[in-house]
């Protein structure tokens, strides 16, 4: 099974600076299509997951472009530019190559300072 | 608008056997595969079981093989999760969740979630 490795796991962050949150897997995520499936979800306090970008760099539709994702290979990056209250809770990174199962990181909490 | 409903949780023996459901409406509901994920109290996610469009693949986590069902009735828009041989490390909010595989897709959308109290 592919292992998904988040740091840090916490966070805290004055509002209005960046954050950045790292991903590392234990395999390439290069599907043998050419793509890359690693995703982020948020998750609020409260309430369900919501996935954020999907392929690397993808945003999905409603999420502020102050949310980006970059990356190759095994290692991924989630950049928040200027961090808003709204942004609070844990992000998870997720792979979908090498499947199954579909593993997760282990989720990284911000906080605001 | 994808709508995920989830229902059935609720508070079980250990040894005991609880189904979920998961209604959806807002897409096209054999077209996409089914999945549901469960998080353990103040714990990260896991991957529990995916059931294609069609029905005609599933897969389970090693967590639940043997022990969980995943079944789907296109005619009711709807997915289930049939828990057998219940352990306290099932305890969990149960989330299902729409997507392709094929694509790398597999949990585009969430539904709110269902708690599963499994006791000794």
């Known amino acids: 099974d592919v292992v998904m490795t988040q740091s840090p796991l916490s966070l805290s962050v004055t509002l209005g600076q960046p954050a950045s949150i790292s991903c590392r897997s234990s395999?390439?995520?290069?599907?043998?299509?050419?793509?890359?499936?690693l995703s982020w979800f948020q998750q609020r306090p409260g309430q369900s997951p919501r996935r954020l970008i999907y392929?690397?760099?993808n945003r999905d539709s409603g999420v502020p472009d102050r949310f980006s994702g970059s990356g190759s290979g095994t290692d991924f990056t989630l950049k928040i530019s200027r961090v808003e209250a709204e942004d609070v809770g844990v992000y998870y990174c997720?792979?979908?190559?090498?499947?199954?199962?579909?593993?997760f990181g282990q989720g990284t909490k911000v906080e605001i300072e | 608008e994808v709508q995920l409903l989830e229902s059935g949780g609720g508070l079980v023996q250990s040894g005991g056997s609880l189904r979920l459901s998961c209604a959806a409406s807002?897409?096209?509901?054999?077209?996409?595969?089914m999945s549901w994920v469960r998080q353990a109290p103040g714990k990260g996610l896991e991957w529990v079981s995916v059931?294609?469009?069609?029905?005609?693949?599933?897969y389970y986590a090693d967590s639940v093989k043997g022990r969980f069902t995943i079944s789907r009735d296109n005619s009711k828009n709807t997915v289930y999760l049939q828990m057998s041989s219940l352990s306290r490390e099932d305890t969990a909010v149960y989330y299902c969740?729409?997507?392709?595989?094929?694509?790398?897709?597999?949990?585009?959308?969430w539904g709110q979630g269902t708690l599963v109290t499994v006791s000794s």
């Open positions: 969740a729409k997507g392709r595989v094929w694509n790398g897709s597999p949990f585009e959308s």
């Open positions: 807002g897409f096209t509901f054999r077209n996409f595969a």
């Open positions: 059931i294609f469009g069609g029905g005609e693949n599933s």
């Open positions: 395999q390439n995520l290069v599907n043998g299509d050419g793509n890359t499936y």
């Open positions: 392929e690397v760099s």
């Open positions: 997720m792979q979908a190559t090498h499947w199954p199962p579909w593993t």
